[in-house]
């Protein structure tokens, strides 16, 4: 499997979590030290993993337990060693969202290490 491949698997895991509000695929996802932030309206957001996995665990029913349909779209990967940035477009809390999320890896396995969240407008049905 190439990087790329691997990186785009933990994209994939990293939606699940938000889509299926599932706090384990969150720490599959993230590294431990990681940092979630942006601005929620005129109000910056910082959130520790523990803190954004809560928040995702909270979601209940999950967005696909509502029958919404999933939105992610993957802009762009680019790989430089053992680093790594995507943006990608998403649905989460009735938004659109356009992350930023920065990479590492470490044993092998990458993970997000940085997500920056920018809020679009409203998600279309």
């Known amino acids: 499997m190439s990087q790329?491949?691997?990186?785009?698997?933990?994209?994939?895991?990293?939606?699940?979590?938000?889509?299926?509000?599932?706090?384990e695929k969150t720490h599959a996802a993230f590294h431990p030290s990681a940092k979630i932030t942006g601005?929620?309206?005129?109000?910056?957001?910082?959130m520790t993993v523990n803190q954004f996995a809560h928040v995702v665990a909270e979601q209940q029913p999950s967005a696909r337990d509502q029958g919404l349909p999933p939105r992610l779209d993957v802009?762009?990967?680019?790989?430089?060693?053992s680093t790594a940035v995507?943006?990608?477009?998403?649905?989460?809390?009735?938004?659109?969202?356009l992350d930023?999320?920065?990479f590492v890896e470490v044993d092998d396995a990458w993970v997000i290490y940085n997500k920056l969240f920018h809020i679009e407008g409203p998600a279309k049905d």
């Open 75 to 81: 802009l762009s990967v680019q790989i430089a060693g």
């Open 4 to 23: 790329e491949s691997k990186i785009r698997a933990v994209i994939q895991t990293y939606f699940e979590c938000m889509y299926e509000s599932n706090a």
């Open 86 to 97: 995507a943006r990608v477009r998403d649905d989460f809390l009735g938004n659109t969202y």
């Open 39 to 46: 601005y929620m309206g005129e109000t910056f957001v910082e």
């Open 100 to 102: 930023t999320l920065s």
